[in-house]
């Protein structure tokens, strides 16, 4: 199984960038994602990343270091609808997910 | 649009009682699962099933059950529903091989148990 961490809230400003740690413990690591959810409803993926490096989407990026156990999401040019729970979530082998606790990002005027 | 569909939004039910949550995906998914959703503690794996009448536990099986009987529908079962169930419950579904690319959540039942 695998242990994530994440913080539990952030805060930021409108138009600013702002990235969300995580750092994982896993055995059979196949992959980290991704997740957001807005309150009262589904998440829905944004990224999911297996090898280290960065991938870019748009306004949002996700980065992994393997051998570090560590990913981050950025988000630029912040949006007031971007204030979310951004969920890290591990790929166990057999294709299982872990998710982490959530962030809850609050982006302010 | 492909859709994983929650039956209800909301439940309140009272303690002790036989409480059904349904999910339908019409994506002809292999797998479904059924998670909760706690402030803290992330979403946890109840039960997930990997084809029609197959089931297996997941990280928090105690005081719940499951069915499936078909392939586009997974029941989620609370034999006797008790006040620390109450919780969001999430349904979601994936293709066979693909893992959590394919996952595609419901929107949630929000349980309260009384």
């Not at chain 2, 794996?45 to 029609?52: C, G, K």
């Amino acid at each position: 199984g695998q242990n994530i961490d994440q913080p539990t809230e952030m805060t930021a400003t409108e138009g600013a960038i702002v990235q969300i740690n995580c750092t994982y413990q896993t055995s059979g690591f196949n992959g980290l994602f991704w997740y957001q959810q807005h309150a009262g409803e589904a998440p829905t993926f944004l990224s999911y990343n297996v090898l280290d490096g960065l991938e870019e989407k748009g306004r949002f990026s996700s980065f992994l270091s393997r051998s570090k156990g560590y990913s981050y999401l950025l988000l630029k040019e912040l949006q007031m609808k971007d204030s979310a729970s951004y969920l890290c979530v591990g790929n166990n082998a057999g294709n299982m997910l872990t998710f982490g606790g959530g962030t809850r990002l609050m982006v302010k005027p | 649009d492909v859709k994983v569909t929650q039956s209800s939004r909301y439940l309140v039910k009272r303690t002790g009682e036989k409480v059904f949550l349904e999910c339908v995906q019409d994506m002809d998914h292999e797998n479904m699962f059924w998670y909760r959703q706690d402030p803290g503690l992330g979403l946890r794996l109840i039960y997930f099933s990997y084809d029609v009448k197959m089931k297996e536990k997941g990280d928090i099986p105690e005081g719940y059950s499951v069915s499936r009987e078909k392939k586009e529908r997974f029941s989620l079962i609370l034999e006797s529903a008790s006040t620390n169930q109450t919780s969001m419950y999430l349904c979601a579904s994936s293709p066979g091989v693909t893992g959590g690319i394919g996952y595609t959540f419901g929107s949630g039942t929000r349980l309260t148990v009384v």
